[in-house]
């Protein structure tokens, strides 16, 4: 047996992501991020339940692995939880004004709303208090000029199990409102070899975390349950 062949699955998939281009790599981690979504909504059943475990944990520790070593003290993925010091009171406040007035222009993805690319989000996107926050924490970051309102305010919206895209590499995710107090749908991230996260967001507060890592969800919203928020996309550089 050679050296390579005794290394774990997960280093050598790291390995071989270095190797790849960035096209290559976005199409290895669609692949990766599909079986590890899949693998915990319940596919693949009838497969041995040890094969399972063994099979999300590989796609779920090499997700992390494939960004050149930029994630190298990776646990769960969160960087940030709770009110976050780079937005005031009056920025939530216009936002969550900005969500609202930009409610009728959002688009269906899968089985959400989103708006891009509102002027004031665009705005806010560039902050450099987020900036400096981010930096602070992870190292040098650079904006996506990315910045989505999302919205889950009719019943069974939500989004399954996944990876965000590149652009989301780093996501700034913000709870604008929640309604009614009696919540339901949840953000559940999945860390490997964890227990999963489950993370209730009050209004204003925000969660930082590598999106394109760790496999995370929203579950479905119940009748009379809206949710709003707002997503800022940052790169790692
Ligand atoms: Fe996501």
Redesign the pocket.
């Given at each position: 047996m050679t050296q390579a062949s005794s290394l774990p699955l997960v280093e050598r998939i790291g390995r071989l992501s270095a190797e790849l281009t960035v096209a290559e790599r976005e199409n290895l981690k669609l692949m990766l991020s599909m079986a590890a979504g899949g693998l915990l909504v319940g596919h693949a059943r009838q497969q041995p339940e040890a094969l399972r475990r063994e099979a999300l944990e590989t796609a779920q520790r090499s997700l992390p692995k494939l960004h050149d070593g930029k994630r190298p003290a990776f646990t769960t993925g969160i960087v940030f939880r709770g009110r976050a010091p780079f937005f005031t009171d009056a920025e939530i406040a216009a936002m969550d004004e900005e969500s609202r007035a930009n409610r009728h222009r959002a688009q269906r993805f899968h089985d959400h709303y989103v708006t891009s690319g509102a002027p004031l989000a665009r705005e806010m996107a560039l902050s450099s208090d987020i900036n400096a926050f981010l930096s602070e924490r992870v190292g040098p970051v650079l904006p996506t000029y990315k910045a989505n309102y999302l919205y889950y305010d009719a019943p069974g919206l939500g989004?399954d199990p996944?990876?965000?895209k590149n652009e989301?590499a780093l996501?700034v995710l913000t709870m604008l409102e929640h309604r009614p107090e009696r919540r339901h749908s949840e953000l559940i991230l999945y860390p490997p070899e964890q227990d999963p996260v489950h993370i209730q967001l009050a209004h204003g507060e925000s969660l930082v975390f590598f999106?394109d890592s760790v496999t995370?969800q929203r579950t479905r919203t119940v009748a009379g349950e809206s949710i709003r928020l707002v997503s800022f996309g940052y790169h790692p550089i």
């Amino acid at each position: 047996m050679t050296q390579a062949s005794s290394l774990p699955l997960v280093e050598r998939i790291g390995r071989l992501s270095a190797e790849l281009t960035v096209a290559e790599r976005e199409n290895l981690k669609l692949m990766l991020s599909m079986a590890a979504g899949g693998l915990l909504v319940g596919h693949a059943r009838q497969q041995p339940e040890a094969l399972r475990r063994e099979a999300l944990e590989t796609a779920q520790r090499s997700l992390p692995k494939l960004h050149d070593g930029k994630r190298p003290a990776f646990t769960t993925g969160i960087v940030f939880r709770g009110r976050a010091p780079f937005f005031t009171d009056a920025e939530i406040a216009a936002m969550d004004e900005e969500s609202r007035a930009n409610r009728h222009r959002a688009q269906r993805f899968h089985d959400h709303y989103v708006t891009s690319g509102a002027p004031l989000a665009r705005e806010m996107a560039l902050s450099s208090d987020i900036n400096a926050f981010l930096s602070e924490r992870v190292g040098p970051v650079l904006p996506t000029y990315k910045a989505n309102y999302l919205y889950y305010d009719a019943p069974g919206l939500g989004i399954d199990p996944h990876v965000d895209k590149n652009e989301f590499a780093l996501n700034v995710l913000t709870m604008l409102e929640h309604r009614p107090e009696r919540r339901h749908s949840e953000l559940i991230l999945y860390p490997p070899e964890q227990d999963p996260v489950h993370i209730q967001l009050a209004h204003g507060e925000s969660l930082v975390f590598f999106a394109d890592s760790v496999t995370h969800q929203r579950t479905r919203t119940v009748a009379g349950e809206s949710i709003r928020l707002v997503s800022f996309g940052y790169h790692p550089i």
